[in-house]
């Protein structure tokens, strides 16, 4: 059995073990939040970044009409209308434009939602990313639900590296409670 095993894994390129290391743990982190009674949805707020986190948000919002949506990191409304995908009034849409990083994501976020504790948030963002901006939103006092999308293939390793370098930093500044955090909320 042991035989088996090393073989197998003796056979992982270096590229595989990046995969298995680095990308891996961040992207199982965190599943997408159970949304089967969307009327207990509040809203949707979608991270600046790579745009199939605001294409994501814009299928949500035509699926679920009745939800606020806070795209963080969009200064322009009609950019912001454009990568959502046509299909939502713009009146649902506010933006938050002061944020320079995840951390000030969740803050701006937090300071102009006035989250109540009994609202349901939605995060949109890249699976990779989620552990952090998880992180950074618990710091500021504003629980949200994970809605991962993939992370483009090309450079995955780059970005894994970028977000384990992210959270150890985001720790060590305190602007996480946990290293990693954990997909459901000690508080919880």
């Excluded at 790579?50 to 200064?75: C, H, P």
Aim: a neutral charge; hydrophobic letters at 40%; aromatic letters at 10%.
């Amino acid at each position: 059995m042991f035989f088996a095993t090393s073989s197998y894994l003796s056979s992982w390129t270096k590229s595989d073990w990046m995969h298995h290391l680095l990308v891996e743990p961040l992207e199982a982190r965190f599943g997408r939040a159970d949304i089967r009674s969307p009327e207990s949805l509040t809203g949707i707020i979608a991270l600046g970044g790579q745009v199939n986190r605001f294409s994501e948000a814009g299928r949500l919002a035509r699926t679920y009409r009745n939800l606020e949506i806070v795209i963080s990191d969009r200064k322009d409304l009609s950019q912001a209308l454009a990568e959502l995908g046509g299909g939502v009034d713009p009146s649902r849409i506010v933006l938050e434009t002061r944020s320079r990083n995840t951390y000030e994501n969740a803050i701006y976020c937090a300071e102009l939602v006035k989250p109540k504790p009994n609202e349901h948030w939605l995060l949109v963002t890249g699976a990779l990313h989620m552990p952090r901006a998880i992180g950074s939103f618990r710091m500021a006092g504003f629980e949200v639900e994970p809605w991962p999308v993939s992370s483009p293939e090309p450079g995955v390793a780059v970005q894994a590296v970028h977000e384990w370098l992210g959270l150890i930093s985001y720790r060590l500044l305190g602007r996480t409670r946990q290293l990693l955090p954990y997909a459901e909320s000690p508080n919880s």
